[in-house]
Every structure is written in C-alpha cells, then in structure tokens.
C-alpha cells in the first residue's frame, strides 16, 4: 500500500467538532490515507492467483518503498483499482475463505467485504491463545511457528500470503 493525499471537504458540524479554526473554514483539507498500489492473491496450495500492480486512485504522496517495494516506475502502465476490482471481485466471492494477517486493512482497501465467519486472521487466531500480548506481525510468527524467515528488507506480497497459507 501507499499513501495518499485526497482532497475532502468537510461539513460545518465536522469543522465545528474538530476544532478547525474559523480561518480554515470552508476550504479543502488534504486527508492522508492508504491506498492499494499491488494485490497479491494466492489459493490454498500457495498457486499466486492474481499478482499485479494497481494505479491507485488518488496522488500518492509517499510510495512507503523501504516497506512496501513499490516505486514511482512498477506503477506506470498499472491497471486502474477500477480494473483490478473487477478481479479480486471474480476470485473472492461470497463463498470463499479469506486467510489473511491483519487482514481487515487489506480489506478495507481492496474495498472487499468478507463475512466474518469466512476469515481467517492469524492476528486474531494468535491472540487468542495468547490473549494478554500484543499482536504479532507476520515476521514474527512464521518465524516461531513455521521456522520461516520472511521479510527481511522490503516485504514480498506473494511470499507473504504464501506464508499465510503454510499448513493450514
């Protein structure tokens, strides 16, 4: 993902109830924001289904590349999120599984929804049997109960959601 720069307007309640001051009323504000720039999508056996670059929707303002791999140059000649959508929305249905770390962002952004009942968020599965800790990301727990070392630099979306699908 990378971020964004959208431009909103907001109304006089929401001016009001952040405290925008009465100078900056009325004029457009400039709202950061995560925007999907690469879908990685893989099957159970760990097949890559769809892997493709997307042109976000809006500017980008930080392409996040230490993290994400992304550059101004993977992005040219990219598929529309328009376009893309069409795909994710042909390979996840209402009957799939989506298996996924933290995977309501990537949701969120793909502009997906999954019953709840058909996630499988190995966030949550972790933290259920460990209920007092934080979080753990991906790295950490393929590393601990796969013995797998992940992400070691930028991350790899396909390696990623290969992991996440690693004996389930």
Known sequence: ??????????SKEEEESRNIPLELRGRPKTLLQSQLARVSIVDVNG?????SFVLPEDPIVDYRTEWSGITKE???GAPSFADISKKINAIITEDSYVVGQSIDN?????????PMNRIRDTA??????HPHSRTFGLKNIASWCLGL???D??????????TRTYNI
């Open 1 to 10: 993902m990378v971020e964004v720069a959208s431009v909103i307007y907001l």
């Open 74 to 76: 993977k992005l040219e």
């Open 153 to 162: 630099g930028q991350h790899d979306s396909v390696c990623k959601y290969k």
């Open 106 to 114: 990537d949701l969120k952004v793909m502009k997906v929804h999954v």
């Open 149 to 151: 070392q992940i992400q």
């Open 124 to 129: 949550l599965f972790y933290q259920r049997f």
């Open 47 to 51: 097949n890559v289904v769809l892997d």
